[in-house]
């Protein structure tokens, strides 16, 4: 199956700090979605991107697929950003398609006031 | 306001019982998931149903049961069969096809003592 690696395992940060997370993935996908699980474990989706660039707010995500990595932007931190950030990557070869995510192991962010 | 209502949120057992954790969605979602998520680890894919009355198993299905027979239920059942049962098990939901973003409940944390 694609193997999905998230990078770096761990942040911490100063409030009002940038930050760029790294998913990497071993192979094409036609699906990728970034999520963040707060600290009481619901995991928001943030972005749908199987390739270009989004954003929503302070947020911004940007897919390469044909080197196979997406970045997640994070600027000017607050203290409500902190918990896991998962990358999930798939590839559908039918019309259905999330049920072939696989999941990264996530970085931790936290943010000191 | 649409929405996945997980129940129990807390959820203690004895070894040898099993238990069925609701998931109920108001979103008009065809396809429905469970996942498993052990500390410091991603989701890992327990079920999946894509239309009423049908379901596939995922990575990790034994010792796990469900059913579909309302679209908005898909309750899992938790048997004695599974090994190491204690987890947090997230459910999802989404429309189908590859476009469909995965949007997630609050989850059920479950200790067997």
């Known amino acids: 199956g694609i193997q999905v690696e998230q990078s770096p395992p761990d942040l911490i940060l100063q409030e009002g700090a940038n930050s760029t997370l790294r998913c990497n993935f071993s192979?094409?996908?036609?699906?990728l979605q970034w999520f963040h699980q707060n600290p009481w474990g619901q995991l928001i989706n943030l972005f749908y991107?199987?390739?270009g660039t989004k954003q929503n707010g302070r947020l911004s995500a940007t897919t390469v697929a044909t080197e196979r990595y997406s970045l997640l932007y994070i600027s000017s931190s607050q203290t409500t950003d902190s918990g896991v950030y998962f990358c999930?990557?798939?590839?559908?070869?039918?019309?259905?398609?999330?049920?072939?995510?696989?999941f990264g192991t996530g970085t931790r962010l936290t943010i000191i006031p | 306001d649409g929405g996945i209502t997980q129940s129990p949120k807390y959820l203690f057992r004895k070894e040898g019982q099993n238990v069925t954790l609701s998931c109920e969605q108001n979103?008009?979602?065809?396809?429905m998931y469970w996942y498993r998520q052990d500390p410091g680890q991603g989701l890992r894919l327990i079920y999946y149903?894509?239309?009423?009355?049908?379901?596939q198993k995922g990575d990790i299905a034994e010792g796990y049961s469900v059913s579909r027979e309302k679209k908005e239920s898909f309750p899992l059942t938790v048997t004695s069969a599974q090994k190491n049962p204690t987890a947090f098990y997230l459910c999802?939901?989404?429309?189908?096809?590859?476009?469909?973003?995965?949007?997630f409940g609050e989850g059920s944390r479950l200790t067997v003592l």
């Open positions: 999802a939901s989404s429309f189908r096809g590859r476009t469909g973003e995965l949007f």
């Open positions: 192979d094409s996908v036609n699906n």
């Open positions: 991107i199987p390739s």
């Open positions: 999930a990557v798939g590839k559908s070869i039918s019309n259905f398609g999330n049920e072939k995510l696989t």
């Open positions: 979103l008009n979602h065809d396809a």
């Open positions: 149903s894509q239309i009423v009355n049908d379901f």
